[in-house]
């Protein structure tokens, strides 16, 4: 992982449009990122793509980034690619229950656990409600403060403690 | 993984539980941050991580290739802009004569002519032909009337003399 510097020469390299700046970026964030989705989705195709749109999305975006943290910005852009993902399922989803009922198998709920190798924790993840589980992601994968998480919601700082809070110890409960 | 910033979340703990429940809250913090140590979650493929790298690529290649246009699109308004200011500026799109200088402009029918009710009025040379065109009208409204007769059949008898005249000295040669 690069240090504060570093980062920020690569950052500015990025903003050039330097393509190796770019896949810099990609080796040092991609498997945190990557992780970030799949245990959001379960699912390693679709994390794969959503982890491709998040950088693509970086390349279009890199001009906003105007200092702070790095890993916070990148973060809410990977939230904000999750509940496209999210909406564009549910349209799907309302799409097809429209033409038939039955062809629902591969698009259950928001977690969809697609993926037959799925360890413990993906499973024991996917009984928390969608919301608890993101808050987990974005401070676990994304390393995200409490006001930096409490600042992407529509709810006071204390709601989102006490929701991660209850989520985790309901995790530990179910991995015991 | 590492941990997030405790410090943050001591304060903020304490904003909410007593002592007791705070060190309580800490502890299944840290255990579930453990929890994702201890679980990780499985890491891209290297041939995924070389499709977003090429993705990227080219994502770099249509910016590129759009702010080159825009920059074209730019440079030509700003262009044209300039070449409508000088324009403007020496006069070129201010309405002038397409004639040299020095040429009169004149239409060839007056413009009382087509301004007046009776032509003959407006124009000498129509006088003449109107005058004729009476005449024939009014001949033509005798013969028709019967008021001149007489000379009508005179007339007629006076072209059967002629022709048969005519005729005489076409055979006599």
Known sequence: ?176 | MNAPNDNELRSLLEGFYNSEQVEAGLDDFENGRKLFVQNPAPAPSREALAGVKADVRRALARRHHSQTVRRIAFGASIAAAAVLAVAVRVGLLETAPLMPPGTMAAAMIPASFWEGHDVTVSDPSLAYFAAEIEQIENELASLHSGGKHRSGEAAVTELEVEFIDIQGDFWKG
């Not at chain 1, 500015?12 to 799949?38: I, T, W």
């Not at chain 1, 973060?75 to 009922?101: C, G, P, T, V, W």
């Not at chain 1, 928390?128 to 006001?147: A, H, N, P, V, W």
Request: proline share 2%; net charge neutral.
């Open chain 1, 1 to 176: 992982m690069a240090g504060r510097e570093d980062l920020e020469r690569i950052l500015a390299g990025c903003r050039k449009g330097d393509p190796d700046c770019f896949a810099r970026l990609v080796d040092d964030y991609g498997s945190r990122c990557f992780g970030y989705f799949y245990r959001l989705t379960g699912n390693r195709d679709v994390s794969e793509d959503l982890l491709s749109e998040l950088f693509v999305r970086l390349v279009e975006k890199i001009g906003t980034y105007n200092g702070g943290s790095f890993e916070s910005w990148l973060f809410k852009i990977a939230a904000n690619i999750f509940h496209d993902h999210l909406r564009a399922k549910q349209r799907r989803k309302k799409l097809m229950e429209s033409h038939a009922e039955n062809l629902e198998a591969d698009h259950h709920g928001s977690a969809a656990i697609t993926d037959d190798r799925l360890d413990k924790l993906q499973t024991q993840l996917a009984r928390l409600d969608d919301d608890t589980r993101e808050l987990i992601m974005l401070r676990f994968y994304g390393q995200l403060s409490f006001k930096e998480i409490a600042a992407m919601r529509p709810e006071p700082i204390g709601t989102t403690l006490s929701k991660m809070h209850r989520g985790l110890k309901k995790l530990r409960e179910w991995m015991e």
